[in-house]
């Protein structure tokens, strides 16, 4: 399975080399391995020069030069909707890759380079998307785990997307992590990454002696279309199978506590059209990401997946944030305003406000709002480490 995942990958880095993604050459580049090196940086500076028209340091699919906006889906990683620096430079590093004839693209660059990783791609299913990465923290006793799910809009992004930032910090902490990939929507409906990343849990707590976990310390994060896993995996009732003949499927799914940046609480478009400011139609066909759209099947899965509707008592605390203050206005640009909707404060706040009728922790950071944490890291150590401070 690793091997055809592989080859499949480095089948759509050729097609992107061949129609001539980047304006600059790939053989303008010079260190393959260092996403720093000035080839790289200067392919990436220059085509920010070339394309973004409006100065803001990213570019827009509008600004885009055709052959760029063919693939623009492909490169855009977190799905907002601009190409920002590092995502031209994990483009770029791609593109060198392929050309070098590497068999893996070149981890993604997020505030640094990833530590060397103790398992790469470690299935933990039959589909090749079904693969993690794990970094195990150096301890003598069995320590917690943070698992990262990318972004993407369950159409794009890669476990590659984790924070090195946040990486380090969590390792230095003591904290073991792992960072998930799970089929798109385009190969298989929700909820299939929703299923695949609980598999991905227990597959994770299954390797508990192997890997020095402390499967009873077990937190989840990610942002937009991976918060929203986070928040399924942390609010829904335990789904482990006493009864299964597969020992991963008898391990529990419930988890210590829940991260999460920009992440949609509820999957009810009528919801969204209700509560978040400016927000019309939806822009994806529901039957490819649902799988359905009639009435009774849509709204079971709505109310399967959605933190709002499986959130009880006895769940999690949850530590949210978001990127706009709640009075904040609607961006001008269309396309920005798109992106601002589906990853709006009100989420948040309307499951907050849930919560805390319910007595469960939830704490919600935005522009301007007062928390008692300032990171993730700091969310996690707490919560998973609470004697360490």
Known sequence: MRKKRCSCVLSLVGAITVIGILAVPVAAQSDPHNAESPGVADLVRRQLDLDDKDGDGKISKEEAGQRLRRAFELVDRDGDGFLDREELMQLAERLQGQRNGRRRPAPARRNGVHPASTHVEAAYGPHPRNVLDFWRAQSDAPTPLAVFIHGGGFVSGSKEALDARTLRELLKAGISVAAVNYRFVTQSPLPAAHHDCRRALQFLRSKSEEWNIDKTRVAAFGGS?????????????????????????????????????????????????????????????????????????????????????????????????????????????????????????????????????????????????????????????????????
């Open 225 to 389: 279309a991976g918060a929203q896993v986070s928040m399924y995996l942390a609010f829904h009732d335990e789904m482990a199978d006493p009864q299964s003949d597969d020992p991963v499927e008898r391990e529990s799914t419930r988890l210590t506590c829940v991260a999460t940046t920009g992440g949609q609480t509820t999957l009810d478009l009528s919801w969204w059209q209700e509560h978040i400011p400016g927000f019309g139609e939806p822009h994806r066909d529901l039957t490819q990401v649902f799988g359905t759209v009639a009435g009774d099947d849509y709204a079971r899965l709505v109310g399967e997946l959605s933190a709002l509707d499986l959130i009880s008592q006895d769940d999690p605390p949850i530590f949210m944030v978001y990127a706009m203050k709640p009075d904040a206005t609607v961006p001008d640009d269309l396309r920005r305003a798109r992106q601002w909707q589906i990853h709006h404060v009100i989420f948040g706040v309307k499951l907050k406000e849930k919560m805390d009728t319910l007595g469960v922790e939830a704490n919600l950071k935005y522009p301007g709002s007062s928390t008692q944490y300032d990171s993730i890291p700091a969310f996690f150590v707490a919560k998973l480490k609470p004697g360490r401070n």
